[in-house]
């Protein structure tokens, strides 16, 4: 069983940055895929970055290059997620995810979920 729980959300004004923090629990950290997806209300939830299980590898939605940044730290068993210039349709709740193996950009391919924090930007 693999827990995880994200922080770091709030409200800001465009062009602010936030950095999302998921802490996770349970075995194999270090084996696993990690990846962050946002669901804004009435839409479905998308991709917006993964990381290897080695942290050697990143991929990103063209949305987020060069705004986002995916990082972890296997000694802490944390991912984090540095989001820059933001937007206001960078709005939505953002997700950490965890997976055995590769990266991936679908969301079913993801077992574990955290419950997810608040991402609101102002214009």
């Known amino acids: 069983q693999v827990l995880l729980v994200e922080s770091g959300g709030g409200l800001v004004q465009a062009g602010d940055s936030l950095r999302l923090s998921c802490a996770a629990s349970?075995?194999?950290?270090?084996?696993?895929?990690m990846a962050w997806f946002h669901q804004a209300p009435g839409k479905e939830r998308e991709f917006v970055a993964a990381?290897?299980?080695?942290?050697?590898?990143?991929t990103y939605a063209d949305s987020g290059k060069g705004r986002f940044t995916i990082s972890r730290d296997n000694a802490k068993n944390t991912v984090h997620l540095q989001m820059n210039s933001l937007k206001p349709e960078d709005t939505a709740v953002y997700y950490c995810?965890?997976?055995?193996?590769?990266?991936?950009?679908?969301?079913?391919?993801?077992?574990?979920w955290g419950q997810g924090t608040q991402v609101t930007v102002s214009s």
């Open positions: 995810a965890s997976r055995l193996g590769d990266m991936s950009y679908y969301p079913s391919d993801y077992l574990y």
């Open positions: 349970g075995r194999d950290f270090g084996s696993r895929a």
């Open positions: 990381i290897s299980w080695s942290g050697d590898s990143t």
